[in-house]
Structure formats: structure tokens, C-alpha cells
Antibody, heavy 120, light 108 residues
Framework: EVQLVQSGAEVKKPGESLRISCKGS????????ISWVRQMPGKGLEWMGR????????NYSPSFQGHVTISADKSISTAYLQWSSLKASDTAMYYC?????????????WGQGTLVTVSS | AIRMTQSPSSFSASTGDRVTITCRASQGISSYLAWYQQKPGKAPKLLIYAASTLQSGVPSRFSGSGSGTDFTLTISCLQSEDFATYYC??????????FGPGTKVDIK
């Protein structure tokens, strides 16, 4: 069974750093791209960026480029989303999602989400 | 970036109704269009990809159609478990896929 399991909820202060994770299982982790999607409270879905776990090649949305970093450790089938300096506006639910086929793709499996709260 | 719009933004319906949600792209996207269902507190779930292909395990009351700029999601006979928010997503543009703003379906 394909699963993406994300790390737990986080409460941070503005300016702090954070890394959240997404562990894939039940499939060949290096064969499928992973994307990250943000959902702010009560709002819609925003694509942040993607990574090819086989070589860690990444693409970012211009809206998130320079503010987050996406990485992966294929030895433990885990993708990461990290911030070096959080802002209150980063408060949101973050989902990882597996590409169904290739880099240009819909997303067939999703993690359960990681809620990030940034507050002083 | 390709902009996606959905209509209506929300509506009320009854169990057993046939409902249709429309999604429009700001430029042609061929059939690179997916539909997702999201229930409160849950991750989105893929329903349809390539505009009209039903994802494995999704009930056949869901169907999708369209190509180019105009797309529809139809639920032929609304069930209680279908009350949710539905998002379309284009994945034609590289590197940036975009989602529609969502359509909330609630109980009349």
C-alpha cells in the first residue's frame, strides 16, 4: 500500500527555522516526483515546489522560491520542506503529494498534512 | 501562470441530485486537468485525471469532461459522503501547476 506519512504538527516563533518531513512507503521512492502544497487556514491549495528523489532536482513556484527549500534523502525514502526564518504568514497546513506519472502530473497520493503554526 | 477559475464557488444540494461543477483555464491546457475532493480536516483525494479518467477506486457516479479551456466535473447521484470541497488543477504548464479556488458542496 502506497503511503506518505508526514511529521507532526509544529508550533514555532517568527524567525525560527523548521524542517518537516514526508516519508514514502509501499512504492519505489526514487521513481516518483514529490510535490509540496500549502493550504492556508480556510483557503485553497497552492503548489510550492517539487523534487525528483532520484537526484534531488527541484522546481519552485516563484511565490515560494527563496523562502523554502525542498530536499530528499532517498536512503530513507523521505522528502523535506524547510524554512530558515519563519514568518507568521507561514501558518498553514502543508501537504506532500506523489506525482502519478512523471514531472508533469496530477497527484495520486497525499500525505495527511503537517500543520505549522507560527506565532510570537 | 495559468489561472484557473471554478463556478459556482459554493452551492447547496440534496442527496440524489445530479450536480455539475465547471472549471475554466485562462489558456488552453489540452486535457492536463485533474479533479480533487477535500473533506474538512483531510488531505485532498484524486478523483479524475487527464480530464476524464477516473482514478482507481473512485465511484463511477463521478465523471469528468472537457478539453482546452473548459471542463466539468459531474456527480450523477449525490451521496452523503460527497459533501466536500472540489478543486480542479491544471498540470499543463511547466514548472508550475495551478489549482482552482475550489467549489464547496453542502447539504441543502
Amino acid at each position: 500500500e502506497v503511503q506518505l506519512v508526514q511529521s507532526g504538527a509544529e508550533v514555532k516563533k517568527p524567525g525560527e527555522s523548521l524542517r518537516i518531513s514526508c516519508k514514502g512507503s509501499g512504492y519505489s521512492f526514487t521513481s516518483y516526483w514529490i510535490s509540496w502544497v500549502r493550504q492556508m487556514p480556510g483557503k485553497g491549495l497552492e503548489w510550492m515546489g517539487r523534487i525528483d528523489p532520484s537526484d534531488s532536482y527541484t522546481n519552485y513556484s516563484p511565490s515560494f522560491q527563496g523562502h523554502v527549500t525542498i530536499s530528499a534523502d532517498k536512503s530513507i525514502s523521505t522528502a523535506y520542506l524547510q524554512w530558515s526564518s519563519l514568518k507568521a504568514s507561514d501558518t498553514a497546513m502543508y501537504y506532500c503529494a506523489r506525482h502519478r506519472y512523471g514531472v508533469i502530473s496530477d497527484f495520486d497520493y497525499w500525505g495527511q498534512g503537517t500543520l505549522v503554526t507560527v506565532s510570537s | 501562470a495559468i489561472r484557473m477559475t471554478q463556478s459556482p464557488s459554493s452551492f447547496s444540494a440534496s442527496t440524489g441530485d445530479r450536480v455539475t461543477i465547471t472549471c475554466r483555464a485562462s489558456q488552453g491546457i489540452s486535457s492536463y486537468l485533474a479533479w480533487y475532493q477535500q473533506k474538512p480536516g483531510k488531505a485532498p483525494k484524486l478523483l479524475i485525471y487527464a480530464a476524464s479518467t477516473l482514478q482507481s477506486g473512485v465511484p463511477s457516479r463521478f465523471s469528468g469532461s472537457g478539453s482546452g479551456t473548459d471542463f466539468t466535473l459531474t456527480i450523477s447521484c449525490l451521496q452523503s459522503e460527497d459533501f466536500a470541497t472540489y478543486y480542479c488543477q491544471q498540470y499543463y504548464s511547466y514548472p508550475r501547476p495551478t489549482f482552482g479556488p475550489g467549489t464547496k458542496v453542502d447539504i441543502k
